[in-house]
């Protein structure tokens, strides 16, 4: 993966597991400021300069050079690879350097398969065919999200369906999240929406706040909160446009947060409009933490957001039908008690983080021992 802090949020029990289990833990990725705390874990620790959203040659030549060097210092036996570039990359530098057995993990397909701009549309089907060539070998096992992908990787990348995983989602810790009451709602202080997510364009934000305008007009009363960071990703909302918005009173944006779970009990209502998604970790401790749901009837998000169940699905890009769902929702206290019900009973069956991670190591044992589902 390319960053540390997303290795600290989303793949922290899975390589706690494995070290557990007996294995030797080489965490490989660009460090900000993690290094103490992953070696603290017993973990080695490689610095790998990866530039998520480049395309500078010679930058990411250098990337690859140096998991190639990183590969043939530690010998692995197998590497595990999140998210688009590092599975590129990694795959090359790992079959240059012998390693037996790869992992590429798909996080979600990414901006270049969203976006509609004319960069995005010019590099698709470049990317299409090198992720083609790195996800067929025999070596190489891919981990899909959702049942949307895995089609994708099998019907338009090639891959046959016996080296796809569907493993959903990273996990959610059900035990640290866990339901809180609602606010109380009154004249002043009325429901809250909170989209928890990194703010980008692609996320659904600015839809989102066009819902919120519109709700305005409707005199609905409903505080859409957002909540994250911003990121180096040509998604990425400028920080003066967030500041905008909040000036203009159409939203809250308070930036990044350690508290989860706080956000999530300051909160009624979960909403994440996003084009598309792997399995978002943002809904997953949403429904953790009891709330129910408006998502986008979008890749990843309706594996979570089940329509009339554990809330309400609009469509994608579409600002009158989110407005709506949101209000339904900020009107009806007994439906958001149920559906947030449902949504924890979910997160509890399907998604707890012990479950993932045992689905992972045993894929990593049945590559291991050379059984048939990675022959030729």
Not at 314 to 339: H, S
Request: net charge positive.
């Amino acid at each position: 993966m390319t960053e540390d802090w997303y290795f600290l949020s989303h793949r922290l029990p899975l390589a706690r597991a494995a070290r557990d289990a007996g294995a030797r833990v080489v965490v490989a990725t660009r460090i900000n400021d993690a290094r103490a705390r992953l070696e603290a874990e017993g973990f080695t620790v490689v610095p790998i300069p990866f530039d998520r959203s480049g395309l500078d040659p010679l930058r990411d030549l250098a990337t690859i050079r140096a998991i190639h060097a990183c590969y043939r210092r530690h010998a692995p036996d197998i590497v595990h690879h999140v998210a688009m570039k590092p599975t590129l990359y990694g795959t090359l530098a790992g079959y240059l350097a012998g390693v037996p057995h790869i992992v590429n993990a798909m996080a979600g397909m990414g901006f270049l398969f969203i976006s509609q701009g004319i960069k995005a549309r010019l590099l698709r089907p470049a990317i299409r065919a090198a992720m083609r060539l790195a996800n067929r070998g025999r070596r190489v096992r891919v981990i899909v999200q959702n049942d949307d992908d895995r089609d994708l990787f099998r019907a338009h990348l090639g891959v046959p369906d016996r080296r796809i995983a569907t493993i959903r989602g990273s996990g959610v810790d059900v035990d640290a999240l866990r339901p809180a009451p609602e606010p109380a709602v009154d004249d002043g202080h009325p429901p809250v929406a909170l989209c928890l997510s990194r703010m980008l364009w692609d996320k659904g934000i600015g839809e989102l706040v066009e819902a919120a305008r519109l709700l305005r007009r409707r005199g609905v009363p409903l505080t859409i909160r957002l909540v994250g960071p911003g990121d180096a990703n040509p998604a990425a909302i400028d920080p003066e446009q967030l500041q905008a918005w909040t000036r203009e009173g159409l939203v809250e944006s308070l930036g990044r947060t350690a508290d989860i779970a706080g956000a999530y009990a300051a909160s009624h209502i979960a909403v994440l409009p996003s084009y598309r998604e792997g399995l978002p970790k943002s809904l997953l401790e949403a429904a953790a933490c009891g709330r129910p749901i408006v998502a986008t009837d979008v890749p990843g998000c309706r594996e979570i957001c089940v329509e009339g169940e554990t809330g309400l699905r609009v469509p994608a890009r579409a600002v009158e039908p989110l407005a709506d769902a949101l209000q339904r929702l900020a009107a009806d206290p007994a439906l958001r008690a149920r559906m947030g019900a449902a949504a924890r009973r979910m997160a509890e069956t399907r998604f707890a983080t012990d479950r993932i991670v045992a689905e992972t190591l045993a894929l990593y044992t049945t590559m291991l021992a050379g059984r048939g589902d990675i022959r030729a």
